[in-house]
């Protein structure tokens, strides 16, 4: 555990010396909020609160993808990257000190998105709903970090770059993150239940709210991390190799 704060200390200094990396990740969440929410549902404490479950887990989902995706694939572009793996610490501790550095940032990113609804809306959630919710960011991180490994374990960074917003955006759509529970387009409802944003934004609905997660989108999601965890781990076995070859 020492070495893997270690390497989460090092994580995190190297992307706080360019803060605009943590700006990054915040912008999209708190921009959506300020255009999509404030103006239109700023007065009503139900949906304001709905809606920044969604715009929370906008913020996990845009953290992990682009943190991970882009930043791991410009890592292993990197001398010193090939040069870590060489330690005797093993892989363990450097992969538990990245994911630590992230989950930070996760919450970080998130920050923007909560005040605007503390300060600018009428959504309000009780200390223990405040608990659970931050607990469920952590648990909702893990199908987005996989996915964001998979990807920069995968492609180059200029390509990791590019595969990331093109995932992104349609996750966002698709799980419905832009929309209230029941005020989607059909076509988004139709597929909402199968992609891992759905799933995401229902626990953190269902952490901070009294609504039911819907069982379908929950057992996706379960599904989604299986596989996730599945391309990661092939994708760095494969980097492996072919350092090592």
Do not use: C
């Not at 996990?60 to 330690?87: H, K």
């Not at 609905?205 to 781990?233: F, K, N, P």
Request: proline residues 7%; aromatic residues 12%; without cysteine.
């Amino acid at each position: 555990m020492p070495l893997a704060l270690v390497h989460a200390r090092y994580q995190l200094l190297e992307t706080l010396r360019i803060p605009v990396a943590v700006f990054g990740s915040a912008f999209f969440p708190a921009a959506a909020m300020l255009f999509f929410v404030v103006p239109f549902a700023a007065d009503d404490a139900v949906g304001a609160t709905y809606a920044t479950g969604a715009m929370v887990t906008f913020a996990v989902m845009s953290a992990n993808i682009f943190q991970y995706g882009v930043g791991v694939a410009e890592d292993r572009d990197q001398p010193w990257n090939p040069y870590t793996r060489t330690l005797p610490a093993g892989t363990a501790p450097r992969l538990a000190g990245r994911i630590l550095a992230g989950l930070v940032l996760t919450y970080l990113s998130m920050l923007p998105v909560v005040v605007i609804a503390a300060v600018a809306t009428a959504a309000r959630i009780t200390p223990v709903q405040l608990l659970l919710g931050a607990a469920t960011v952590a648990a909702i991180s893990v199908p987005f970090t996989l996915m964001g490994l998979a990807v920069g374990y995968s492609l180059p960074s200029k390509a990791a770059i590019v595969v990331a917003q093109i995932i992104f955006f349609p996750l966002a759509f698709g799980g419905g993150l832009l929309s209230g529970p029941d005020d989607a387009p059909g076509f988004i409802q139709a597929i909402a239940p199968y992609l891992p944003t759905r799933g995401a934004v229902e626990l953190m609905w269902a952490a901070t709210t009294d609504w039911r997660a819907d069982r379908v989108s929950v057992v996706m999601l379960g599904v989604w991390i299986v596989v996730l965890a599945a391309v990661a781990g092939w994708a760095y076995r494969r980097d492996e190799g072919r350092r090592f070859t």
